[in-house]
């Protein structure tokens, strides 16, 4: 009978520990990121983007808009379904600069935030430096919104002992409601310092070159002085979508109250085109917008309409749409037409003017201006 009493307490007990111990290990893997002045090492990532290798210098100094307190430059290559992909970039602090292969240059944004920065094709390349060495806090959301922390089997990488710890918790927000992550952290047992990490879209393992290396002022950029392409980083993204000047496909589509909706019905006036979807974080965003661009031209010739593209049958937009709120129409099966409108990244909008023709089109609507500009850009159409 005491045996079976104090089995539990044991258990209990024990868990206890291990909980303990990997919390302490993060706690002195965070203490070790924050006495470092700079990190230099090769990353091998898999997954999400890609197969990925490259060379990142991370420069901890002070508080920056981007990369937190740090400066940081990567050099690399993606191999992907469709290619390889050069990838090369910089930081500073006050400039934000990457190659885009295409064309051949060096693009630059000054003054450079989160939001502009996404909207480059380095978007898919951001997370690469591991996010605890450019905090002033390592793993300060991990401490934050951990719930269960475990220490699982030790392992080696690249021939360095390591822990690994286990982290499962829940993050919420408006946008995306409750999320339940799960990460795993590798950690140096002789120095604390991070050596990998795995979560559901990436594994990601380094090979660490060089520690508190002082850096020249130049080195976190890539500027060739003749061949700089500089952008606000608000630009609307506009490749491969149908031209302005084109006149818009038709399509009749149900719409969300039970009727249908045809484009040739509209003629006359002028009606904006969102190409969303309830599984789109993006989309959910700009959805404000959208619902303030409907709310300002409520009342004059101006149609804006939500076409919604579902990948799962048992999705239910307007579910979505009238538990927040959204009043704009709603046209479903928006994936009969997607082809029709090159839409291959969402949110996908069009502006067509009362003769049916495109006057704008844009990817991924979440530049600074977005809602002023198209406002402006709807009153010339009106005005015309």
């Known amino acids: 009978m005491r045996i079976i009493i104090l089995l539990p307490v044991l258990v209990s007990f024990s868990f206890t520990y291990c909980q303990q111990t990997a919390e302490t290990i993060l706690q002195k893997s965070s203490s070790a990121c924050k006495k470092l002045r700079s990190v ?26 981007v990369y937190g307190i740090s400066q940081v430059k990567v050099a690399g290559i993606a191999l992907k379904s469709d290619g390889s992909e050069q990838i090369s970039y910089a930081f500073n602090g006050e400039k934000f600069e990457f190659v885009d ?13 989160v939001n502009k920065v996404a909207r480059t094709p380095m978007i898919a ?27 699982l089997k030790d392992t ?46 990436v594994k990601q393992f380094i090979k660490i070159k060089n520690i508190n290396g002082r850096y020249a002022a130049d080195f976190f950029g890539l500027s060739d002085p003749q061949n700089v392409i500089t952008i606000t980083g608000n630009e609307p993204i506009t490749a491969d979508l149908l031209k302005k000047g084109e006149v818009a496909p038709g399509w009749t589509l149900p719409s969300g109250d039970g009727g249908t909706i045809s484009l040739k019905d509209l003629q006359g006036k002028v009606v ?31 149609v804006v309409i939500g076409v919604s593209v579902e ?36 949110p996908t909008l069009y502006l067509l003017n009362k003769q049916g023709k495109i006057i704008h089109a844009e ?9 002023d500009d198209i406002i402006a850009k709807i009153e010339t159409a009106l005005a015309e």
């Open 40 to 65: 230099n090492y090769e990353l091998y990532s898999e997954g999400y983007p890609g197969k990925v290798t490259a060379d990142i210098t991370i420069n901890r100094v002070k508080d920056f808009p």
């Open 101 to 113: 292969v295409k064309k051949s240059s060096i693009v630059r944004i000054d003054s450079p935030t």
């Open 125 to 151: 390349y951001m997370m690469l430096p591991l996010i605890p060495y450019c905090e002033k806090q390592p793993f300060e959301n991990i401490f934050k919104n951990g719930k269960q922390f475990e220490l």
């Open 156 to 201: 080696s990488i690249y021939n360095i002992p390591c822990y690994s710890v286990r982290v499962t918790g829940e993050t919420e927000s408006n946008v995306t409601g409750k999320v339940v992550f799960t990460s795993t952290w590798f950690i140096g047992k002789k120095d604390w310092l991070i050596h990998g990490y795995e979560s559901r879209l």
């Open 272 to 302: 904006l085109l969102d190409f969303w979807g309830t599984w789109c974080i993006p989309c959910i965003k700009a959805m404000p917008d959208i619902q303030a661009i409907y709310d300002h031209f409520k009342n004059k010739d101006v």
């Open 311 to 346: 990948m799962e049958k048992i999705a239910k937009p307007m579910d979505f749409v009238h538990k927040k709120h959204f009043t704009y129409t709603i046209a479903l099966d928006g994936s009969k037409i997607v082809d029709l409108y090159k839409v291959k990244q969402f």
């Open 363 to 371: 990817q991924a609507t979440n530049r600074e201006n977005f809602k």
